[in-house]
């Protein structure tokens, strides 16, 4: 999230256009209640997107857009590319974890959880399905 309004202010104090299409693109993109909407907004910004690491939240968005569209299998390139992108990406290993979880792979889903939080101890949503995930097994 902080990474996401710092892009947005980033590019308006770079004096970069950010053009009306371009900003609603942006919004779009983390409305994952929206998926399919979200899911096309952000593969289209990640055709304008240069910087890394902001590419890198686009993938996590887009990856939790695939999640609540109901597809968690097809969330995980997604979350690869973002952890690719940004080896220290907590969101994207905590969402990745949450979509193993979801496919029945425990295993992985508790690595990234772990992974996740080792990262970043305020991620709550990583640290809460962790330990219900350690609590229920499952």
């Excluded at 590019?11 to 779009?28: E, I, K, Q, S, W």
């Excluded at 857009?65 to 995980?76: N, Q, V």
């Excluded at 390139?77 to 990745?96: N, V």
């Excluded at 889903?109 to 709550?124: E, G, P, S």
Aim: hydrophobic residues 40%; charged residues 20%.
């Amino acid at each position: 999230m902080r990474r996401r309004i710092a892009f947005a202010v980033g590019a308006v104090l770079c004096g970069a256009a950010v053009a009306p299409a371009a900003a609603r693109d942006l919004a779009t993109c983390y409305d994952y209640q929206r998926s399919h909407t979200a899911i096309e907004a952000c593969t289209y910004l990640m055709q304008s997107v240069s910087d890394r690491l902001q590419l890198a939240d686009i993938h996590s968005a887009r990856g939790v857009a695939y999640r609540w569209s109901g597809d968690p299998g097809k969330s995980i390139p997604d979350f690869d590319e973002a952890i690719r992108l940004d080896p220290r990406h907590s969101i994207a290993y905590g969402q990745r974890g949450i979509s193993y979880r979801q496919l029945g792979n425990v295993a992985q889903a508790l690595a990234d959880l772990q992974t996740a939080v080792a990262l970043d101890a305020t991620n709550q949503t990583a640290a809460n399905v962790l330990r219900d995930l350690q609590l229920r097994g499952r």
